[in-house]
């Protein structure tokens, strides 16, 4: 039932691929561009099943611990709001399966680290690297278990759902190393 991708035909890479040439056209002909990449790694596919590695990750993150902070399958919720409280406590089957989901999410990430490197080495080798702005983010987060929310589900008002990261590699307009966590941004804060 879960399996990992075949290589050949991985998502993650074919669609970095693509983007590496898009970019290497625009450079070659010296020209501006605007790419934005959305590899679908690490979400669930439309039939519920766990993310698919890359068959070469697949298993990778076998030993990973599962995931149990404090507000993990909370059993007293009385201080939570409706939906929480009606929000069943998760049997041994619910929790593993949002282990495995959790597992590989991580391990489909890892192709995502790859070919952002692999990028990153083209456009050093393209001389473009230090007047190219790279936005890092996500749509939202996910829930392993936190608030009784299973299978690293989305749209909750925790910060687990709702906090992601945002990083901005552009050497030659922010210093290596800048970190900016008291301020809040959006996605919709990319454009101005």
Not at 79 to 86: H, I, M, T
């Amino acid at each position: 039932r879960y399996e990992a991708a075949d290589d050949r035909y991985y998502s993650t890479d074919l669609s970095a691929q693509k983007l590496r040439e898009f970019v290497a056209d625009a450079v070659g002909h010296d020209r501006p561009f605007f790419a934005y990449w959305n590899p679908y790694a690490p979400h669930i596919d439309r039939r519920g099943e766990p993310p698919a590695p890359a068959d070469r990750h697949f298993g990778l993150f076998a030993d990973l611990a599962p995931w149990r902070p404090p507000r993990w399958n909370e059993t007293d919720a009385s201080d939570k709001p409706a939906w929480v409280r009606s929000s069943p406590i998760a049997g041994l089957s619910r929790a593993l399966e949002t282990d495995l989901i959790r597992q590989r999410g991580y391990e489909s990430l890892l192709s995502v680290d790859e070919q952002v490197g692999v990028i990153l080495v083209q456009l050093v080798s393209l001389g473009v690297e230090r007047d190219t702005a790279i936005f890092f983010t996500s749509d939202n987060g996910a829930s392993w278990g936190e608030h009784r929310r299973f299978g690293g589900k989305k749209g909750c008002p925790y910060e687990e759902c709702q906090r992601v990261p945002m990083i901005v590699h552009y050497p030659s307009r922010i210093p290596p190393g800048t970190v900016v966590e008291d301020s809040a941004v959006l996605n919709i804060d990319l454009a101005p």
